[in-house]
C-alpha cells in the first residue's frame, strides 16, 4: 500500500514534495505506464500498478500500455502484441478504478509521437548523454566505440517518455526510485519548451515512496524482464513459491541473526504492513531460517494476489472484454491529446489542423 503520509480528504490535489512528504493546493492528474514486453512481474506490480491503483480509486488518472517503449528492448511482434493484452489485464483485475481513469494504448495516441518530435528539437543532446541506461550500455562496452550497442531508441527513450507525460499534462507520475531520473528530465524538456514558446507544460513530480516503490529482482539488481531475474506478478502458487525460494540469501544458519540489509527483508517491506513490520524484524533478530522466512514472504504475497490473479485469468480468457475498455480509454485520451497538440502546434508555429 502506499504510505506516503496522505490525508484521504486531500486526494484529488497538486502534490509538491519534501522529501516524501509534501502538501496539496489544486487538482491534480496522475499518469504512469508499463512496456509490453513481457508479462508483468512482482516489481512493476510495486513501484507503479499498486500505488497508482491506489490513487485512481481518488484522482483522475492517465494509465497507457507502453508498447512504442517495448520496441527499444524487443523486436518480437507476437510477444509485444501478448504482453499488451496481458499488462492490460493485469491492471484491470489489480483494482484499477476505470471510472476515474483514462485507460489506453501508446500507439493509439498518435499525438504522442508527433509532440516526440516537436520535443527532440528542443532537446539538447547532452542531457540525452546523462541518461543512466544509455551510460550504462557505454560503461559495459569494451573497445574504443562506446556507442556500439547504442539504438537511437534507447538514446530518446526520455524523451519520448516526456511525450507520454507532458502530452497529458500529468502532476504526480508514480514510479520505482530508479525512474526518478527520467521525471527530472521531463521536468527539463518542459521548461526548456516553457522558455521557448511559452508557458504550457506543467512541471511533473514524481510520486515514490522510498521504502516500498522499489524491489529488486532475484539476484538484487534491478527486476527486469530482460535481466529474467523476475517474478511473474500472476504465477501460480507452486510457480510463485519456487521463484521466492531462489531470492538471493547469504549463508547465514539459523539461530544466526539476519541482516535487515538483506534481499529479502525488502521484499517484506513492500508486502508488510508498518503495524506488522516489527514482527518481522523480530524474526530476523531471532535468526529465523532463510527457508522459513520465504515460506511467510510467499504467504504474504499469495494472500495479497490470490483475488486479483483468478480476475486476471478470466480476462486474458475474454480479450475482447479488455479491448472494449481499452477502446473506450482511448477515445477519451485521443479527444484530450488533440486539443493539447492543437494548442502546442500553435506555438511553434505549425499550422493546426
Not at 562496452?141 to 502530452?167: A, E, H
Not at 525512474?179 to 524538456?189: L, S
Not at 527483508?265 to 531460517?289: A, P, Q, R, T
Not at 486474458?316 to 475498455?325: D, M
Request: net charge neutral; proline share 5%; charged share 25%.
Amino acid at each position: 500500500m502506499l504510505v506516503n503520509p496522505l490525508d484521504p480528504f486531500n486526494f484529488g490535489k497538486k502534490h509538491h514534495f519534501v522529501g516524501v512528504f509534501f502538501y496539496t493546493n489544486q487538482m491534480s492528474s496522475v499518469l504512469t505506464g508499463i512496456t509490453t514486453n513481457g508479462p508483468p512481474h512482482l516489481g512493476n506490480y510495486v513501484g507503479a500498478m499498486r500505488p497508482a491503483i491506489e490513487l485512481s480509486k481518488k484522482s483522475k488518472s492517465f494509465i497507457f500500455l507502453a508498447d512504442y517503449h517495448s520496441l527499444i528492448k524487443q523486436q518480437d511482434p507476437e510477444l509485444t502484441h501478448q504482453s499488451t493484452l496481458s499488462i492490460a489485464a493485469a491492471w484491470i483485475a489489480c483494482g484499477l478504478d476505470l471510472e476515474n481513469t483514462i485507460f489506453y494504448r501508446q500507439s493509439s495516441i498518435p499525438q504522442i509521437m508527433e509532440l516526440n518530435w516537436i520535443l527532440t528539437s528542443i532537446t539538447p543532446k547532452g542531457l540525452m548523454n546523462r541518461a543512466h541506461a544509455y551510460k550504462a550500455i557505454q560503461d559495459a562496452t569494451n573497445g574504443k566505440d562506446k556507442d556500439k550497442n547504442v539504438q537511437m531508441g534507447l538514446f530518446n527513450y526520455p524523451i519520448l517518455m516526456s511525450s507520454d507525460i507532458l502530452m497529458f499534462n500529468a502532476d504526480l507520475i508514480p514510479v520505482g526510485s530508479d525512474q526518478k531520473q527520467h521525471i527530472e528530465m521531463t521536468r527539463d524538456i518542459a521548461n526548456k519548451f516553457n522558455l521557448t514558446y511559452g508557458s504550457f507544460f506543467n512541471l511533473p513530480e514524481p510520486l515514490i515512496d522510498k521504502t516500498t516503490s522499489y524491489l529488486p529482482g532475484l539476484d538484487g539488481n534491478k527486476m527486469s524482464k530482460s535481466y529474467s531475474n523476475y517474478i511473474d506478478l500472476f504465477a501460480d502458487e507452486k510457480k510463485l513459491q519456487k521463484q521466492i525460494n531462489q531470492i538471493k540469501t547469504d549463508s547465514l544458519e539459523p539461530g544466526e541473526k539476519k541482516s535487515q540489509d538483506s534481499i529479502l527483508y525488502k521484499y517484506f517491506k513492500c508486502f508488510v504492513g508498518n503495524n506488522e513490520i516489527k514482527k518481522i524484524d523480530d524474526y530476523f533478530n531471532e535468526g529465523m531460517g532463510w527457508g522459513d522466512l520465504k515460506k511467510i514472504l510467499f504467504e504474504l504475497i499469495n494472500t495479497e494476489l490470490t483475488p486479483s490473479r483468478e480476475k486476471y485469468f478470466d480476462l486474458i480468457n475474454n480479450p475482447k472484454k479488455v479491448e472494449k475498455i481499452l477502446l473506450e480509454g482511448e477515445s477519451k485520451a485521443f479527444e484530450i491529446a488533440s486539443k493539447n497538440l492543437r494548442n502546442i502546434r500553435s506555438l511553434v508555429g505549425i499550422k493546426t489542423l
